[in-house]
């Protein structure tokens, strides 16, 4: 079972860092999530939050806001399946033009989620008897995040290459609490081990684009870009404590006794590097396909100076979009860009001695508004059906359903008139 007032309920939020996000916008997500060789889709200026060199095609002050909603269905074997909903805000950014072929985006995203609530139950305690008496209930639960802010600037150094790089700070809480608590033992009392880590500190990431004219609308472009390794500041506190529970209402009373409190000196935590390798085929107003491939060292990722145990990560995605004719007058349908895609990933996770997998599909819309002087608007909806997990060796499966709302402005700002 997994339930939590975070913006995530999945037991795999358990290790590492949490539930690491893919930064993408909905239009990026109906297609798969392939976003490393994209610049502008369908003439939109679209901010790419995952190849800053994609800056130096925003030509236009670009807004996006995003949110997020995620309905997942736990399964486990001999268990009954649970369903769990949650809703966030998934980021906010913005583009703005410097020169000609270059320009600044900053904003804030989600970095990774953490949300569990699950319990282990081991009956018999102290008679070794499989009856169900004398229980001993082991409760596993994790709430936070981390929330990434990034500044980057995007140039084109010559016709068809373009060059960018992010800086980012990354920060957050993370709290994880193992509790163990015997509701057929009177006067007993309970005990929880609570984990809390503060944490803080800078990030690269770095891009690269080469786009070939293969005609005055259509191009091929190739892209690259990497997320540094570099070392985040943590500081943690470890406290133990016992309590006593009214298990008829499930009402805590306040702790009774705090066993330890400490709080460790400053210590690091060392990010894995990431790469993203991607390629894109579009005719302008037409239609796009594209092929994103990446690979993270999640084996290096280290907390407190322990590594983690995770395996390094790997995932495909491809996708693409069409538009009938942007150019219609008649039929609204024939400008609504339609969006489909699909990734297949081997995550980091490695939980008794299995590799956890993940895949999903996507599909989405791109809904223009009516123009507004100079100004262009669009809602782009995504929804993805995945599935994360395995039944077998008394693992989870999750199958998870997402919808991605967000909303694009394209606009002129910042100009200097020459007549008053």
Do not use: C
Request: aromatic share 12%.
């Amino acid at each position: 079972m997994a339930q939590s007032t975070a913006t995530t309920s999945s037991p795999y939020s358990r290790y590492g860092l949490g539930n690491m996000l893919q930064p993408g916008l909905p239009q990026n997500v109906a297609m798969g999530g392939i976003s490393t060789a994209l610049t502008r889709i369908n003439g939109y200026n679209n901010i790419n939050l995952v190849n800053p060199a994609a800056n130096s095609y925003i030509n236009l002050t670009t807004i996006d806001v995003a949110a997020y909603a995620n309905m997942v269905t736990l399964s486990k074997t001999g268990s009954a399946d649970q369903q769990n909903s949650n809703f966030r805000l998934s980021n906010i950014a913005f583009g703005i033009p410097v020169t000609k072929h270059s320009a600044l985006s900053f904003g804030l995203m989600p970095y990774s989620e953490l949300g569990y609530n699950y319990t282990q139950t081991q009956k018999g305690f102290g008679t070794s008897s499989p009856v169900d008496t004398n229980k001993v209930n082991n409760i596993y639960a994790g709430d936070g995040g981390l929330s990434k802010a990034y500044l980057g600037y995007g140039f084109k150094l010559f016709k068809g290459l373009s060059l960018g790089a992010n800086v980012s700070y990354i920060f957050g809480n993370l709290k994880q609490t193992a509790s163990t608590e015997y509701p057929e033992l009177y006067g007993v009392f309970n005990s929880r081990q609570e984990q809390s880590n503060s944490i803080g500190g800078i990030n690269y990431d770095y891009g690269a684009l080469y786009n070939i004219d293969i005609s005055d609308e259509k191009r091929l472009t190739f892209g690259y870009s990497a997320s540094a390794s570099t070392k985040l500041n943590s500081q943690s506190t470890f406290v133990v404590s016992q309590y006593t529970k009214d298990f008829s209402t499930d009402d805590e009373n306040n702790p009774s006794d705090t066993v330890v409190s400490t709080k460790n000196p400053q210590a690091k935590i060392v990010l894995p590097r990431i790469q993203h390798f991607g390629v894109s085929y579009q005719q302008d107003r037409k239609f796009l396909v594209g092929v994103d491939y990446t690979m993270g060292q999640w084996s290096n990722l280290s907390i407190n100076g322990v590594n983690q145990g995770l395996q390094n990560s790997s995932s495909l995605a491809f996708g693409g979009q069409f538009n009938p004719n942007s150019n219609a007058i008649h039929s609204y349908l024939a400008v609504v860009d339609y969006r489909v895609g699909a990734h297949f990933d081997k995550t980091y996770l490695v939980v008794n001695n299995q590799s956890i997998k993940q895949f999903g599909v996507s599909a989405g819309v791109g809904l223009p508004l009516a123009r507004n002087g100079s100004s262009f608007y669009k809602i782009n909806i995504s929804g993805e059906y995945g599935r994360r997990g395995t039944l077998s060796n008394s693992l989870v499966r999750e199958n998870y359903f997402n919808i991605h709302i967000g909303f694009t402005l394209n606009d002129q700002w910042f100009i200097k008139y020459k007549y008053d």
